[in-house]
């Protein structure tokens, strides 16, 4: 049974989220926002028909972004329906079940190498000029939000402090920025983006090193396309599973 995550249910479906790259994504929104508002959505499905047994999943929805916290085993088809139901053609960013084809990976810090210095980062700076870097990398395989429904995503997760992001500049100006999402115990790599040409000249790694300084003591995830792998391998992640979507 799937049924809306409330205050009653909130910390069970915290502790499950915990120790998972999904499950980081989602409860970093769902501390960000809570259960009440009506553009950010959290379900958990159960064990069983009445929904009394232990969560098997756990689900977000923020805006038209969907995501799926899933470990173990779980009713896989009642999810698929479920998905299908709320998303129908966009479907939802969810672990890889066995013996399926992903669309990217899921990758680990296992052990941190590549720690190139990143004293000329800029830790949480203007939320503009995050956005002026993913604007320069339009077209190239990286999605760009609106700039509001960025802006304000990025107000409520930094008071919330489920949210830190770099940038480094060149000649003054952005030239790359990263983010990572936080949770207890948990981070998630989920954005880094360079202009493109200013790319192979360490401003992206710089980036990297940045975030991954803010996450000691936590145990950092990303997950990339395949093409991206030996850019992440460098740093000391390794691959530990599969994304679709």
């Known amino acids: ?49 009445d929904g009394e047994g232990a969560i098997t999943a756990v689900i977000s929805r923020l805006d038209t972004a969907m995501t799926v916290c899933a470990k173990g085993t779980y009713d896989t088809e ?28 899921v990758m680990r810090l296992a052990n941190r190498l590549n720690t190139v210095s990143s004293s000329d ?32 995503d990025m107000i409520y997760r930094k008071k919330a402090k489920t949210v830190c992001s770099a940038i480094v500049r060149a000649e003054g100006m952005p030239v790359a920025c990263g983010a990572v999402h936080l949770s207890e115990g948990t981070a998630l790599l989920t954005i880094c983006a360079c202009v493109p040409e200013n790319r192979r000249k360490g401003y992206a790694s710089k980036v990297v090193n940045a975030l991954l300084d803010k996450c000691e003591g936590r145990d950092v995830y990303l997950m990339c396309m395949p093409s991206l792998h030996d850019f992440y391998a460098r740093f000391g992640f390794l691959t530990t599973g599969g994304f679709v979507y």
């Not at 069970?12 to 790259?21: R, S």
């Not at 939802?92 to 079940?97: D, E």
């Not at 995050?130 to 604007?135: F, K, L, N, Q, T």
């Open 78 to 105: 009642e999810l698929d329906c479920f998905i299908q139901a709320n998303m129908g053609y966009f479907g939802a960013l969810r672990p890889a079940r066995e013996g399926e084809s992903s669309n990217g990976l």
């Open 121 to 152: 980062a800029e830790i949480n700076p203007e939320i503009s000029d995050i956005y002026a870097v993913m604007e320069e990398c339009a077209g190239t395989g990286f999605e760009v939000p609106r700039f509001d429904d960025f802006y304000s």
């Open 1 to 49: 049974m799937i049924k809306m995550i409330d205050q009653d249910s909130f910390e069970a479906a915290k502790q499950y989220c915990q120790g998972d790259p999904f499950g980081c994504r989602i409860l970093a929104a769902m501390l960000a926002y809570g259960t009440d508002k009506p553009f950010a959505l959290f379900w958990a499905q159960y064990e069983g028909e």
